[in-house]
């Protein structure tokens, strides 16, 4: 997962029609969700064989050279579902924070963005040391929240640029213009969604610390 997080998003996680989604709280499980929206799309002859059948829970076969022996993201997740016994970290969701700052949030986005970005900011959040997952209060949540949705506007925003500046690359492979048009465009609905996220979340925690200061002084 620290080699995946710093990586530009490409495209969001989707689940199949009629397949139920899995749990991101597991780490297993939120790796592979990073690979899908950070890999390389793959054609039809290079699919693996499970996802030329159709049985991957995502419709789209993505895998990175180097990463998981080249294993797809779809492969990825049904390891998680087939192993025995298999424990993985505990991620907190902060799931109450997410139903508050989304709350503040304007109508105008998207909600497929809204759930696309808060998955991005789980896996940001899922790569940090243990440490950061205990209970001690060391840093707000709105804090932590604020923080990884920068983090994932500022990959978005590396993304577009890149996208952009692969056009004058003879390096790089070639997109057609609509290609890139539309890519750039993702990013952009990407960072703007992040930024939109870490400042309610800003403005939530600040919020919340307000109130937790006033409660202690009387």
Request: proline share 8%.
């Amino acid at each position: 997962m620290k080699i995946l997080g710093p990586l530009p998003v490409r495209r969001a996680w989707r689940v199949r029609p009629g397949r139920a989604s899995p749990d991101i709280s597991q780490t297993p499980v939120l790796e592979a969700i990073m690979l899908h929206e950070r890999g390389d799309l793959q054609g039809s002859e290079d699919q693996c064989s499970k996802c030329r059948r159709g049985d991957g829970i995502s419709p789209e076969c993505v895998k990175m050279p180097g990463i998981y022996n080249g294993a797809c993201s779809n492969c990825l997740l049904a390891r998680t579902s087939d192993r025995p016994g298999s424990s993985s970290r505990p991620v907190r969701s902060y799931s109450a924070e997410r139903r508050s700052i989304s709350a503040t949030i304007s109508p105008s986005i998207p909600k497929e963005d809204l759930i696309a970005v808060w998955n991005l900011i789980a896996g940001v959040i899922a790569t940090q040391p243990q440490e950061c997952f205990t209970e001690d209060g060391s840093e707000p949540p709105g804090k932590k929240i604020e923080d990884a949705a920068r983090l994932v506007a500022r990959s978005a925003d590396e993304w577009g640029h890149t996208i952009k500046e692969e056009e004058s690359d003879p390096g790089k492979t070639p997109k057609t213009p609509s290609e890139r048009s539309r890519l750039v465009r993702q990013a952009t609905r990407i960072r703007e969604t992040a930024l939109q996220i870490a400042n309610c979340a800003r403005i939530w925690g600040e919020k919340l610390e307000r109130k937790k200061s006033s409660s202690q002084l009387r």
